[in-house]
């Protein structure tokens, strides 16, 4: 029911954008988690889209940001100023649940998972 597209090869310094389009039904809170290879799946950032609660994953903030066209059904990852330490593959995930702050960065919270897309920074 998510399908996670946008991943590619980037430059340190440079940008990319990722989708995850939804279908079949809409959600009230979404996120992005990554996993990069030898470690542990890591909370990106993660939103409640009534009221805008939004939460990020330490030190991301201000170079992601999460956003949607609901016309699209879709929800975005913008991310500037990749760094090799990006590298990872994304995966987004959803809940029809509309989470507290404090739960939107838990893995378990979400009931549904894209497949994942690749990022690679290269320094």
């Known amino acids: 029911q998510l399908q996670a597209s946008g991943g590619g090869l980037v430059q340190a310094g440079g940008s990319l954008r990722l989708s995850c389009t939804a279908s079949?039904?809409?959600?009230?809170?979404m996120g992005w988690f990554r996993q990069a290879p030898g470690k542990e799946r890591e909370f990106v950032v993660g939103v409640r889209w009534h009221g805008g609660t939004t939460a990020y994953g330490d030190s991301l903030k201000g170079r992601f940001t999460i956003s949607r066209d609901i016309t699209k059904n879709t929800m975005y990852l913008q991310m500037n100023n990749l760094k090799p330490e990006d590298t990872a593959v994304y995966y987004c995930?959803?809940?029809?649940?509309?989470?507290?702050?404090?739960?939107?960065?838990?893995?378990?919270?979400?009931?549904?998972w894209g497949q994942g897309t690749q990022v690679t920074v290269s320094s």
């Open positions: 995930a959803a809940t029809s649940s509309s989470l507290i702050f404090s739960s939107l960065g838990v893995p378990s919270s979400y009931d549904y």
């Open positions: 079949g039904r809409t959600f009230n809170s």
